[in-house]
């Protein structure tokens, strides 16, 4: 399929439970409802700070947790993550 759905904000994001236990699992909070699926291609883009190479990059959607909060998996190489996914 086809990539453009736009560009939806986060307003926020991290890794494990937010805390002091940091896992590959990326949580991702959107300003408005983000209309995807599990196993949707993502763009995530202009994260900053510590760790940002965490968070940016082309992802592959894990799990939806409401309308507005979505999770990914870091795997250390995006290439790895979406080998298998065809759209």
Do not use: M, R, W
Not at 25 to 44: A, E, G
Not at 65 to 86: E, P, Q
């Amino acid at each position: 399929g086809e990539l453009g759905a736009g560009s939806i904000g986060i307003t926020s994001s991290y890794a494990g439970d937010g805390n002091l236990n940091p896992t590959n699992v990326i949580t991702v909070t959107t300003s408005t409802d983000h209309d995807l699926y599990p196993l949707t291609p993502i763009l995530i883009s202009g994260i900053t700070g510590q760790d940002s190479n965490l968070y940016n990059g082309n992802y592959t959607v894990a799990q939806i947790v409401n309308s507005k909060t979505f999770t990914y998996i870091y795997c250390g190489d995006a290439s790895i993550c979406n080998a298998s996914i065809t759209t």
